[in-house]
């Protein structure tokens, strides 16, 4: 962000740290002393939509501009985003994702791969890409007017996960407009195990059907294929049993999602020269899907017994 071309006098950069415990204070406390325009903010909460709404409050500028983690931004990113917000008439923009392996690892590469295909991720278009200017129904992290949060209040905190779908599609829902920018592009690192990608996108559908109460609708409707894959795989793995049409076609259904994935594997292994992919896209698609369709799941049952939405944190 230091090489951003945006005048640094008319910028500035608040951390909001959610209690630390490793030397990130340290180290963003070394660049406050060297920029006056970087600041260290305590977030006491620790989760994600407390930062948030603490680095809204204790903002100046007009211009609001999240920026997360795992990210490598361009030079531009500021002041582009800042001139299509006012180009535009929007009231949020955004970048597309360039997703990209943590490591050089077969398995890496499948994740980032997994992370960006529309069978892994849907219609997502920041995650897939698009090819001019368009509206979308939400964009990584945000630059927004600072008069949408004085219209439509803050980040939902009961959110820990998915706070900006939620937001995005209340912003939406009062008539305002987002815009994906697809010349400007985010280096997103994906996660670099199968269990951290499981987690990942296990609380992204915990908090779905939380999302979708206190909208009062879906805010998608691709959010519910994973459930409807996870649920399909148990109820027909118990109906099969009991008649040979219900098995073959319980077979069928898995033999295509296993033949989509190496077909995907077969042509991303052409690309990088790594057979293994081959075999390995059909095991990260299906742990994607089963992994957001067991939140999905649990996030229900949550809502229906009135439970508490409670997950670690990431600081």
Known sequence: MLGQDYPSDDMEILFVDGMSTDRT???????TAKYNHIKLIDNPQHTVPYALNEGIRRSEGDVVMRIDGHCIYPDNYV??????????????VGAVWNTVAARDTTVCHAIAIASSHPFGVGGSKHKIGVKEITTTDTVPFGCYRREVFDKI????????RNQDDEFNARLTNHGGSIYLIPQLVINYTARDTIGKMCRMYFQYGLFKPLVNKKLGHPATIRQFFPMLF???????????????????????????????GMAIGCKSAARLK????????PYVF????????????????????????NVKSNR
């Open 274 to 281: 790594r057979p293994l992919l081959v075999l390995m896209m």
């Open 230 to 260: 996870l649920l399909g795989i148990i109820i027909g793995g118990i109906l099969s049993c009991f008649s040979d049409i219900i098995l073959w076609m319980y077979a069928a259904v898995l033999a295509l999602h296993m033949f989509i």
């Open 25 to 31: 204070r340290d180290i963003v406390s070394d660049y």
């Open 79 to 92: 002041s582009t985003l800042t001139r299509y917000l006012h180009e535009l008439g929007a009231d949020n």
């Open 153 to 160: 209040g803050l980040f939902d905190t009961d959110l820990t």
């Open 286 to 309: 299906a742990n994607i899907h089963l992994s957001y369709g067991y939140g999905y799941l649990a996030g229900i049952y949550k809502i229906v017994m009135n439970k508490k939405f």
